[in-house]
Every structure is written in C-alpha cells, then in structure tokens.
C-alpha cells in the first residue's frame, strides 16, 4: 500500500469513525455485514486535508499529472472531497487546480447541467482530469463519473478513491485503461480475524 504523510493517523481515526460491523446494503445493491462510512472521517477538518494531501502524495508520486488539474467525482461524496483535493494540489504543489462533480441526473432547474463547478464559457472538453471517491466496490460510481466527463470531451488521468473495499473496482478501471489508486483497503480498517462477506440482495 501506498506510503503518505499521516497515513498512521488517518488509519486510526478511518477505523474508530467510518467502519462497523452490521449488515447494510451496498450502492451495487448487494448487501454487506459491513459498512466503511468515510463521510464521518472527512467531515473533521484535520482529517480532511489529511486525505486530501495523502491523494495529492500519492498521485504526484504515481503518475504525470497534467498542469492544469482538473479534480472531480460523482455527487455527493464527490463534491466535498474533489474540493479538497483540488485545494490541496494548490497549497502543497503551487499546480493550478479546480474542481468538479458529475451529477447522478441532470439538474431539473437553472442550468440543467451534468457537470458542475465550471463558468457559463467552460466546459470539460480539452481538460485532463482525475476522479476521486470516497469509497470503491466494485467501482461502477467512480467509473459513471469517469464516463460522464469523457463523455463530455475530458481525458481522465488517473482515480482514486480513499478506501477500496477490493470487489471489483482495480479490475473495472484496468479494463478501461484508466490507472487506479487508493489509500486504503478495507481490510486494513476491519478488525483482525474479521471474515467479510458481500453477497446478492
């Protein structure tokens, strides 16, 4: 696993704030006997920045980031935490970043846009991006993310997500040709001798 700035740390509060043992139903609609709630964990803001600059640290030391950085995810885990990171990549890196959310549906009012975070005269056509999440499955989220600002001429780069729960996502984004990365796995936050268990609803 990847080696960043207060990964220690971080590791300690993702497990005392975003893990328990019960059984919840996944976005994929699969039901787990575990949940990895990593909202909990970036809602406190020195968390916060310490995921951000852990994606920043991890990224700058993986692959060629483009200059501009555009830095997106999917709503609404994705609003906060592409923010952040994209802030991080300014303050740590002095890289000119923005960020950006792909919605699940268009907006029904004002705009009606997909993507958001952008003036009325800019798009993503031309830029190079990276997704980010909070949480990967099977990685269908963060990929629907990816597919919507190709779809809207964008060249995604590289995602990242902070917790990999190792269902799927590594292989899903292979197949696409995207590189993926990730701070944690979800089995370094579970319990020793904990068996985790994902099955159909």
């Known amino acids: ?8 740390d971080l590791l300690t509060t993702l497990r005392q704030r975003s893990v328990g043992l019960k059984n919840v139903r996944l976005a994929s609609g ?4 575990y949940y990895c709630n990593v909202n909990a964990t970036l809602s406190q803001g020195r968390e916060a920045m310490f995921i951000a600059n852990g994606i920043c640290e991890v990224l700058e030391n993986a692959v060629k980031l483009p200059d501009p950085l555009y830095v997106g995810g999917l709503e609404l885990a994705g609003v906060p ?3 952040s990171v994209a802030m991080a990549f300014w303050v740590n890196c002095g ?16 705009t009606g846009v997909w ?15 990276v997704i980010v999440e909070d949480v990967t499955t099977t990685g269908e989220s963060a990929m629907k993310a990816a597919m ?14 902070v917790v990999d729960r190792q269902e799927g996502a590594i292989e899903l984004f292979r197949g696409q040709k995207i590189p993926f990365y990730r701070l944690f796995t979800a089995a370094e936050l579970l319990p020793i001798g904990f068996v985790p268990k994902t099955v159909d609803a």
């Open 1 to 8: 696993m990847p080696s960043f700035t207060h990964r220690d």
């Open 81 to 83: 935490l592409a923010q």
């Open 115 to 129: 993507v958001d975070g952008f003036a009325d005269n800019e798009s993503l056509q031309g830029k190079q991006v």
């Open 148 to 161: 919507q600002a190709q779809a809207f001429g964008a060249t995604v780069v590289a995602a990242i997500t």
């Open 95 to 110: 890289r000119y970043s923005a960020s950006f959310w792909v919605r699940k549906k268009p907006k029904d009012h004002g």
């Open 30 to 33: 699969k039901t787990s006997n």
